[in-house]
């Protein structure tokens, strides 16, 4: 499935509304989709036909049997429940059926609307403080599940490239990437252990953070934030407790569900009948570990069509010529079946939400208190 994790600020003190947001202009809104409408389009029609006629692509498509369809189905239900899982681990109290609720409802945002991953940051806090969690609770699974996905993403290509290294595939231009990945891998780990470590570092941060939030108030004639700083510090000291407790959790499944979501786009290619000596299973695993930081740059809602592009683009040319036409198929099999489905799967879970009363916070229906320092 592909995530739109996004990280927050420590605004969401337990009792509170979502923080304070300028509200973007409707006509502003509306030009950002039609842009994306545009990008899309523009890719989906002109692009992608240049690398392989849909004809041909349909005929790839006609290859597949029931088994291989099958199986993809089968793999992409096991990625759905990796993502449940790794939000399980970070949010103590919330149960499998809740975690897929959630999941897929604030995907389902992320993936369709312009500025889905802000709105879907804001449906995140509605519905879990309707399941009775605090804004407290909701900051730190925000905060700790974008941190350990954007960790994941930086960590992917330097893996892919060790991989291209260790097969033999690799060239002084892998080697450059790899080093420059890691250090800026280094710098992320490195500030968020300064910021767990010390508890003027998490101050300065939230007083910063304060300042910033506190100028675009001033022009929307708002009061400013002050107390930022010592929010920071209770976020810090909330964090470290919970995942000192659910770390290994958290890792595991965070780098399962990615392991898995590969996983699917390999199986497409095999089953399109790309084989290993045409593409080899290190070439794809760079492609998607790059394809993955795309989906970092928001350009289209969900990167739909940019996404795509990058896969084809890279995987194309990997491939030979003859099998153009199955690496585009490949490709958009593997959107469908981790972009695609999410939205009318996550228009039920929406409904689920709605219906399930007794899941309200003060119903018969508890949740557990989040593990504490």
């Known amino acids: 499935m592909d995530d739109g994790a996004v990280a927050v600020a420590p605004d969401l003190p337990s009792g509170s509304g979502p923080p304070d947001r300028k509200r973007r202009p409707p006509v502003r809104t509306i030009l950002s989709g039609l842009a994306s409408l545009v990008i899309v389009g523009g890719i989906f029609v002109f692009a992608i036909p240049r690398v392989a006629d849909y004809s041909e692509v349909r005929s790839a498509f006609q290859s597949l049997t029931g088994l291989e369809l099958l199986s993809l189905v089968a793999v992409t239900i096991l990625n759905l429940f990796t993502y449940w899982w790794a939000n399980m681990a970070a949010l103590p109290g919330l149960k499998v059926s809740r975690a897929a609720v959630l999941t897929q409802t604030t995907t389902s945002v992320a993936n369709t609307l312009p500025g889905g991953g802000a709105i879907a940051v804001g449906l995140t806090y509605t519905i879990l403080r309707s399941w009775g969690f605090t804004g407290t609770d909701v900051a730190l699974y925000v905060g700790v599940t ?32 790899a080093v420059v990945g890691v250090v800026v891998l280094a710098v992320a780990v490195g500030l968020l252990a300064a910021l767990f470590a010390s508890e003027s570092f998490a101050r300065r941060i939230g007083a910063g953070v304060g300042t910033v939030l506190s100028f675009f108030r001033r022009l929307v004639r708002k009061p400013p934030r002050t107390d930022f700083a010592d929010r920071a510090v209770q976020f810090r000291a909330d964090t470290i407790g919970l995942v000192a407790h659910r770390w290994i959790r958290l890792t595991a499944f965070t780098v399962l569900s990615q392991l898995v979501l590969f996983s699917v786009l390999l199986l497409s290619l095999r089953h399109m009948g790309v084989s290993e000596q045409e593409v080899s299973a290190a070439q794809v695993f760079a492609v998607f570990a790059f394809g993955r930081l795309l989906t970092a740059v928001p350009v289209t809602p969900g990167g739909v069509g940019v996404i795509d592009l990058g896969y084809i683009g890279g995987l194309a040319a990997a491939a030979p010529d003859a099998e153009r036409a199955a690496v585009v198929g490949a490709v958009l099999m593997f ?39």
């Not at 079946?337 to 899941?359: C, E, N, S, V």
């Open 335 to 373: 959107r469908a079946l981790t972009y695609g489905i999410q939205i009318p799967l996550g228009a039920f879970t929406y409904l689920i939400w709605r219906g399930k009363r007794d899941w309200r916070h003060g119903s018969a229906a508890t949740v557990a208190e989040p593990v504490r320092s």
């Open 146 to 177: 974008g941190v350990w996905n954007i960790f994941v993403k930086l960590a992917l290509p330097v893996l892919s490239i060790v991989a291209l290294v260790v097969t033999g595939q690799s060239s002084s231009a892998y080697v450059v990437a």
